[in-house]
RNA sequence: GAGCGCGUAGCUCAGCCGGUAGAGCAUCUGACUUUUAAUCAGAGGGUCCUGGGUUCGAGUCCCAGCGCGCUCACCA
């Protein structure tokens, strides 16, 4: 069941003129609703179970909730409005996924309908149960308000049945729209019905030797054994190719709304044609550009390229992904990891600015649409106590954070984060933290592999063995190891080498000589393995004195170097 | 062949109903009680692909062209 809106009038008024393409496509719908008196707008979206859900479906879903949400603000929210999210699982199994065991099992059930073929996973009745079940996991996950419809399901509870008479009825009709679309050879063979086959149950593709009206069936031959069979094209014992079919469920569901990738413009006018022929209207609806992967290219199940879902959400909040889809629906976007950092980054930009804005803006913000008009509050630092303004800290500022305080801890993160802004913790900032953690595992698999290693010559190993000398003083207590009197002694380590002294250095005199940039870019290419670094003084007092001279025994050992570069070697394989 | 999209700063891109070209990154300069950055302030940098049209006025609207890319044409 939809949530009930809180709706402002403020809000529906400024909603009339709003921009945002959501709204763009609520008034199309709005406008039909009108022509056509209906009551209700139903929204679809469709899924094909021969493989798990994928992050075109979760775009589709989520875009199309957000013109719901739209159409329901633009409408005060007086007429229902439902989305159905339907499977096409009746399809024939055409051949065996990659990804999945068992792969002999679902062999086994080629060119029978998904809801026949056995679970490779064993977990459920079906292959297209298990996929199913996966789409509503997920679906759930993000919170989508939807109704599950399985085709397989509608075929044989006679929901689809009075429609698919009125395709048998009008059947020379819906040919002429098709044939042209086909080649040659497929015209001879194209018929818009599949008969399921009663002895071997496979979806036949066969021409159609008679349609039988009155009686409600087709005749048809079996390619193979010549043999003759007479099918009902009701209650499941046929279905319908999928342009037709998707004609006749427009029809027989009474959608309103559906969008659909470009790639299926050509496909969307043909089924468009068909739903008029049986007499009913196309839903409105929009082509969205497809997902191009690193290289350019449509991403797809079957090549496998482009991001998951999965692989999005370790990097990126769900809502940088809502923000991902809700961002230009018609121009090709790159899906790639490095799309990732600016829609987190982006995101946290538009919830920041969101509360300070009038219901016009508002309307035109992304974070309204992602959330249905409820934006959660952000969750803000401040370096100067809880009562100072506070500012988001950008996921791109927690990258630089990883890099260079070199730890995959997310307490030592937190340690940095404090020490900028004292009082926040997880606790205080969950969502924070959950940022922090997909900081670590974005520096884990894109930044530490960038790091370069390098070996001390004989005079930066001398400075550095000093260093770990003198802060070997540190362990024992004596001395407190605040991050002030750290800096004091690298500063004084590097004094002593003449390589580092700089005479030119503001405030140095002859006896004290300042010391030079080198000194630091020693140590962060050595130790950390970068060009640049954080003050060193703070980075040891927050990575433990102890835990830097091993860094430092490490280093002058070789073993950064070849730890890395076994790192590197470890991924590559 | 048909369809869709794109072309704006070194890079990635914003730019609404036509009204003095913007951001992030990068670069440079400066500040932060010695040079370090997770900070802040500032600066430089553009033939808005080309040509025409509409207009008092075009990055924006219209037409033509050039360039780049994708998709469809068997199946879903």
């Known amino acids: 069941m939809s949530r009930p809106l809180s709706l402002d009038p403020a809000l529906i008024e400024a909603a009339q003129t709003a921009t945002a393409w959501p709204f763009e496509e609520a008034r199309k719908l709005v406008e039909r609703l009108k022509r056509t008196g209906k009551k209700e707008a139903l929204f679809e979206t469709g899924y094909g179970p021969s493989g798990l859900p994928h992050i075109g479906t979760f775009g589709e879903v989520a875009r199309t909730s957000m013109v719901r949400h739209a159409f329901r603000v633009l409408t005060g929210d007086s007429i229902p409005t439902r989305l159905v999210a339907f499977s096409d699982d009746m399809d024939g199994l055409r051949k065996v996924p990659d990804n999945i065991p068992n792969k002999e099992l679902v062999a086994s059930a080629l060119g029978k309908p998904l ?15 298990h996929n199913n079940a996966r789409l509503r996991e997920f679906l759930d996950a993000f919170g989508f308000d939807y109704e599950f419809k399985s085709a397989t399901e509608c075929y044989r509870s006679g929901v689809f049945d009075k429609a698919l008479l009125t395709v048998l009825e009008r059947y020379e009709a819906v040919m002429a729209i098709m044939l042209p679309s086909l080649r040659e050879e497929r015209q001879q063979s194209y018929s818009p019905f599949l008969p ?55 029809v027989a569901l009474g959608v309103d709304y559906e969008m659909a990738g470009k790639d299926l413009i050509d496909s969307v006018k043909l089924s468009g044609e068909i739903a008029k022929a ?77 509360s300070a804005q009038d219901s016009k803006a508002r309307l035109m913000n992304p974070v309204w649409h992602i959330h249905s ?24 500022m927690l990258l630089n954070l990883v890099a260079v305080a070199n730890s995959e801890d997310p307490a030592v993160l937190w340690g940095f984060i404090r020490r900028y802004a004292p009082g926040v913790s997880p606790e205080t900032h969950p969502r924070l933290d959950s940022l922090v953690k997909r900081a670590v595992r974005y520096f884990e698999d894109f930044v530490k592999p960038q790091k370069t290693y390098r070996l001390p010559d004989e005079v ?114």
């Open 115 to 129: 809801t026949q073929v056995p679970d490779p996973f064993g977990t459920h009745e079906s292959f297209a149960h």
């Open 278 to 354: 049986l007499g009913g209207q196309p839903p409105e609806g929009f082509n969205y550009e497809l997902f191009l992967d690193e290289k350019g290219q449509k991403i797809s199940k079957s090549k496998g390229n482009g991001l998951t879902i999965d692989e999005w959400l370790t990097y990126g909040t769900p809502d940088s992904l809502a923000l991902f889809m809700f961002n230009k629906p018609r121009e090709a976007k790159k899906l790639y990891f490095d799309v990732i950092p600016r829609q987190v980054d982006d995101y946290l930009t538009f919830l920041e600015k969101y």
């Open 460 to 573: 930066e190993a001398s400075s550095l063995k000093r260093l770990s000398d003198v802060l070997a003083s540190f362990e024992s207590g004596e001395r407190p190891a605040t991050a002030e009197t750290i800096q004091e002694e690298i500063y004084n380590v590097g004094r002593a080498e003449p390589r580092y002294q700089d005479l030119k250095a503001k405030g140095a005199t002859p006896d004290r000589p300042g010391v030079s940039i080198e000194w630091f870019n020693t140590i962060y290419q050595v130790l950390l393995g970068e060009p640049r670094g954080p003050r060193f003084g703070s980075f040891v007092a927050l990575y433990g004195v102890k835990e830097t001279r091993a860094l430092i025994a490490k280093a002058l050992a070789g073993d950064l170097v070849r730890e890395h570069e076994a790192f590197l070697k470890s991924r590559a394989a």
């Open 373 to 396: 008009g409820e934006p959660p509050v952000p969750e803000l630092v401040s370096s100067g106590g809880a009562n100072q303004p506070g500012t988001t800290i950008s996921f791109s």
């Open 196 to 250: 399921i086959h009663p002895k071997t149950g496979i979806v036949m593709q066969v021409a159609i030797d008679e349609c039988k009206r009155e009686a409600g069936t087709i005749v048809w031959r079996d390619p193979d054994t010549g043999e003759r069979f007479e099918t009902p094209v009701t209650g499941g014992h046929a279905k319908l190719q999928w342009k037709p079919d998707w004609a006749m469920r427009w």
